[in-house]
T-cell receptor, first 113, second 110 residues
């Protein structure tokens, strides 16, 4: 069935390690987004992409890298994980232009020790 | 910084009662959306209201928007246990980027 998936669902890593969170959607939506959700901060936008090979920073991009070589995939990489990056990460997508409804993945719970 | 601020942060009511949540925001918007998040899950879109609309209904949901006061409310009528979740407002100031509030945690008691 079509949808948006994230992997892994849970990840524990050590400070300083590189971690990549995967996001895949089967709708061919133009726009994709990465958010982090922390208590007291709600959801904050990390990066977003309007199409393949087009990405832009959100509110909290420092320490993260994204790429989008294919429309359906939008991986998020923590180049050198820090404890402050412990969070729940959500990927989302929408069709673009006049369609503003976002569809969210199930989330990845990342713990950095 | 957060654009939307929900009020109250937590709400507990009896099943069958109505639940009202409020959202205030800071800048002009194209539209405002409400999302629901069940525990441990991703967000699910509930309803969108455009800046030129004042009220919108969807099933048991009623959303109002007052752009002069920069505020919105979400009313859930005849609440059910399954409505227990966190509810977020999200505004679209522009450029496809939603800005979320911190959410209202709604608990429906049987």
């Amino acid at each position: 069935d079509a949808g948006i998936t994230q992997s892994p669902r849970y990840k524990i890593t050590e400070t300083g390690r590189q971690v990549t969170l995967m996001c895949h959607q089967t709708w061919s939506h133009s726009y994709m987004f990465w958010y982090r959700q922390d208590l007291g901060h709600g959801l904050r936008l990390i990066y977003y992409s309007a199409a393949a090979d087009i990405t832009d920073k959100g509110e909290v991009p420092d320490g993260y890298v994204v790429s989008r070589s294919k429309t359906e995939n939008f991986p998020l990489t923590l180049e050198s994980a820090t404890r402050s990056q412990t969070s729940v990460y959500f990927c989302a997508s929408h069709r673009g232009l006049t369609s503003y409804e976002q569809y969210f993945g199930p989330g990845t719970r990342l713990t950095v020790t | 910084s957060q654009q939307g601020e929900e009020d109250p942060q937590a709400l507990s009511i009896q099943e069958g009662e109505n639940a009202t949540m409020n959202c205030s925001y800071k800048t002009s918007i194209n539209n405002l959306q409400w999302y629901r998040q069940n525990s441990g899950r991703g967000l699910v879109h509930l309803i969108l209201i455009r800046s030129n609309e004042r009220e919108k209904h969807s099933g048991r949901l009623r959303v109002t928007l007052d752009t002069s006061k920069k505020s919105s409310s979400l009313l859930i009528t005849a609440s059910r246990a399954a409505d227990t979740a966190s509810y977020f407002c999200a505004t679209l100031p522009g450029a496809q980027k939603l800005v979320f509030g911190q959410g209202t945690r709604l608990t429906i008691n049987p």
